[in-house]
C-alpha cells in the first residue's frame, strides 16, 4: 500500500494538523506490524521478492534500519510473520527470523537492538511458525516440521532457554500471571503456563465448548476482554473432503484465571471486517444444514445476544460489511449503488444520506511474489465508504482504533500500497482486527 492511496491514508494536511501522525516511507508493509518500547517494526517485501525486517521510530516514523528476512515452515494461511518486539526503551530488541547464517540450518532467529538494529544474540532454527513476545520474553515455536517441534520461552537479553515444552503453540495472551497458548494438535486446546517456569497453570480442550472433531485448519481468534477476565475464542468451520463435514464451529468464552468454561455459541462464524471478539463479538449465524442466518452482535462477557438483524436486512449480493469506529452501525456497501446500513443498538433502518464505514479495500487481492514461497496474501487493508452510494470516502483519516489496535496510545497500520503509518490519538493498549 502506498501513502495517499484515495479513501485509505490520512491526507497531507491531517499529517500537518497532529504532529504525532506519520507516514513511513521506503518499506513495502506486508505483515502485520507491532509497536513497543518506542519502536515500529514490520515484514516488508523487497523488489527482488526477497523479505525484510524494518524498523521505524514510533515518535517520528523515521526508519531506523532494515536486515534480511524469510520464513521457514510457516503456514501460509498464518500471513507473512511479523517481527516481535519485546523489553523497555534502551534495553528493547526486535526479534525476526533471517536467511541462515551456515549451510547447517535453514534461519536464523536473530534478535536486534530495537533502534539501532545491533545484532545481541542468534539461534539456528530449521522450521518456525515465528516469532512472538510474550510478556517480557519471546516466544517460538521451533523444529515445526519435525517430531521434535517445541515451544520456548527466551530470555530476550541473552537468547538463553528459560523453559520448553513439546509440540507446537501460539502465544494467544501473556500477564504477569500466566502465558495462554493455544496448542495446534489433533485435539486443539488452550493451555495456560507461568511466565518464568513454564509450570502447567490450566488446559481446556477446544472440543469441550464445541463438539469433537473441531480443527485449527479452519482458522482461530482469541482475546481477552478487558480488565483481563474472559477469554474470548472462535474457531472456523473446516471441510477436509468436499463431499465431507464441516468440523464444529463457533465462539466460546473461558474465565481466565483457571479455565472454566463460562458460554458456549455453537455453529456461528466471524464476520470480517470487525473488531476482536473480546472487543466487540459481531457474528453470523448458521443452521444445521449450513444455510445463512442472521447478524448478530453478542455480549463477549456472557455469550448472550445483544442485537440480532435478521438475513433478508441483506442486499442482494455482491456486498461487503462495513463499521463506523465507534461500531455503532453495521452497514452493506454495494459498489457504487446505495446499501442499507442499520443502527446496532436497537436494529433500525438508518434513514438518509452521508452513513460511513470502514470495510476491505480490496477483496480479491494478488498473491505476494516472494522468492521460495507461495500462497501468501499481505495483511488486508481498510478504506472508508459512503454507504449511500457506494463509493470510497477520500481523506477519511485513520482507519478505526478495532482495526489497528494500539500499542501506548500509538496505533500503527499499512494502507492500501504498503505504506506504513502511525498516530497517537489514543490511550493505553488493546488488540486490533488480527489480534495483539
Known amino acids: 500500500m502506498a501513502a495517499g492511496a484515495a479513501g485509505c491514508s490520512p491526507s497531507e494536511d491531517d499529517h500537518a494538523q497532529d504532529a504525532r501522525a506519520w507516514a ?23 523488489s527482488d521478492g526477497t523479505l525484510e525486517t524494518v524498523a521505524f521510530d514510533l515518535a ?9 528476512a524469510t520464513m521457514v515452515g510457516r503456514p501460509a494461511g498464518m500471513g507473512v510473520q511479523p517481527p516481535a518486539i519485546t523489553g523497555t526503551p534502551g534495553s528493547a530488541v526486535v526479534v525476526a527470523v533471517e536467511p541462515p547464517r551456515t549451510g547447517r540450518r535453514r534461519a536464523t532467529l536473530t534478535a536486534r537492538d530495537a533502534r539501532t538494529g545491533t545484532e545481541r544474540w542468534t539461534r539456528p532454527v530449521a522450521s518456525t511458525l515465528g516469532p512472538a513476545r510474550c510478556g517480557t520474553d519471546v516466544c517460538l515455536s521451533e523444529a515445526t516440521s519435525t517430531k521434535e517441534s517445541r515451544f520456548v520461552a527466551l530470555d530476550p537479553a541473552t537468547g ?19 502465558i495462554v497458548l493455544f496448542r495446534m494438535t489433533p485435539r486443539p486446546s488452550l493451555e495456560a503456563r507461568h511466565p518464568r517456569t513454564g509450570k502447567a497453570l490450566w488446559k481446556f480442550p477446544v472440543d469441550r465448548a464445541l463438539g469433537r472433531g473441531v480443527s485449527f485448519a479452519g ?25 465431507g463435514r464441516l468440523s464444529p464451529y463457533g465462539f466460546f468464552g ?3 484465571s483457571d479455565g472454566k468454561p463460562l458460554w458456549t455459541r455453537e455453529r456461528m462464524v466471524r464476520v470480517y471486517p470487525s473488531a476482536n471478539p473480546a472487543v466487540a463479538l459481531f457474528a453470523r449465524s448458521f443452521t444445521g444444514q449450513g444455510d445463512a442466518g442472521g447478524f448478530e452482535r453478542i455480549d463477549p462477557r456472557t455469550g448472550r445476544t445483544v442485537t440480532t438483524l435478521p438475513a433478508d436486512r441483506a442486499p442482494e449480493p455482491p456486498w461487503k460489511l462495513s463499521f463506523p469506529p465507534d461500531l455503532s452501525t453495521l452497514g452493506f456497501v454495494v459498489q457504487d449503488k446505495p446499501g442499507p446500513a442499520y443502527r446496532l443498538r436497537d436494529g433500525a433502518k438508518l434513514i438518509g444520506g452521508g452513513t460511513h464505514g470502514w470495510t476491505f479495500c480490496d477483496l480479491n487481492p494478488s498473491p505476494l511474489k ?3 514461497q507461495r500462497g501468501f496474501y499481505p495483511v488486508a487493508s481498510l478504506c472508508a465508504y459512503d454507504i449511500s452510494t ?9 482507519p478505526p482504533a478495532w482495526y489497528t489496535g494500539s500499542s501506548g496510545g500509538w496505533r500503527v497500520w499499512r494502507d492500501e500500497q504498503g505504506t506504513l503509518h502511525g498516530i497517537h490519538d489514543t490511550e493505553g493498549s488493546a488488540p ?3 489480534g495483539m
Request: overall charge positive; aromatic content about 8%.
Open 432 to 434: 486490533g482486527m488480527y
Open 160 to 178: 538463553r532457554t528459560r523453559w520448553a515444552t513439546p509440540g507446537i503453540a501460539e502465544v494467544e495472551h501473556a500477564d504477569p500471571a500466566r
Open 254 to 256: 473461558l474465565r481466565l
Open 24 to 46: 513511513g516511507s521506503g518499506t513495502n508493509a506486508v505483515s502485520r506490524p507491532v509497536a513497543g518500547a518506542g519502536v515500529a517494526s514490520v515484514t516488508g517485501l523487497r
Open 370 to 372: 516472494i522468492t521460495g
Open 219 to 243: 482458522g482461530w481468534t482469541f482475546g481477552v476482554t478487558p480488565g483481563d477476565d474472559v477469554l474470548v475464542g472462535h474457531m472456523a468451520p473446516y471441510k477436509p473432503r468436499k463431499r
Open 390 to 398: 457506494g463509493r470510497r470516502v477520500t481523506s477519511p483519516g485513520a
Open 60 to 68: 517520528t516514523g523515521t526508519r531506523l534500519w532494515s536486515y534480511p
